[in-house]
């Protein structure tokens, strides 16, 4: 196990063994944990109270955080000539068909997210392969193949992100950067939160939001009351 840094044990110092913080208290807190020299991610850990290998408990869903995430989001929308001129006024970065279509299949995936149609997407079910293990597959379910591909684009610039429950009933996402401040901080994780119970599976029984950590790249987790939170 690699020793701890001088700021590692200075930030792990400012936490209180075995104490739940409430948002609001963490949202300050982190921040003064973070000692990178970067702006760095606070991101955000829920473990649910499901069982992602059955059907019914899949947890998966999109929220458009209030504060946005504070990530430059490269956007390539794969979309038809009439559809071009909509999509470059949105912001995506990149536009087009065919040619990125080949990019992509020589192995180019410099983006954050595709937004497509679904009129193209048996072109880009051929792209599986690639697209699959990097997470960037448009799907239906997360907003990225739709037909209002102009509002897509500005969705996703405006910090809407997709988010999903891994095989140990963990969501983990980013939401926010430290250098928002703490009220943004709290009510991006308010909002995320909130989508979370949203999505609640009926079949899910006893405990549904079983822990919450905050923190930031390189920081020590804050474990938040779920109390503190529920709607």
Known sequence: M???T???????????????????EASALIKELST???DASVDIDVRLGVDP?????MVRGVVSLPHGTGKQVRVLALCTPDKEAEAQAAGAEYVGLDEYIG???GGWTDVDIIITMPSVMGKIGALGRVLGPRGLMPNPKSGTVTNDIGQAVKEVKQGKIDFKVDKAGIVHTSIGKVSFNAEQISENAREFISTLFKLKPASAKGTYIKSIYLSSTMSPGIKIDPKSVEN
């Open 53 to 57: 290998r059955k059907a019914n408990q």
């Open 6 to 24: 001088k700021n590692q044990k200075l930030a792990i110092a400012k936490l209180e063994d075995g104490k739940f913080y409430s948002l609001k």
């Open 36 to 38: 990178t020299k970067f």
């Open 103 to 105: 990019k992509i299949k």
């Open 2 to 4: 690699s020793k701890l």
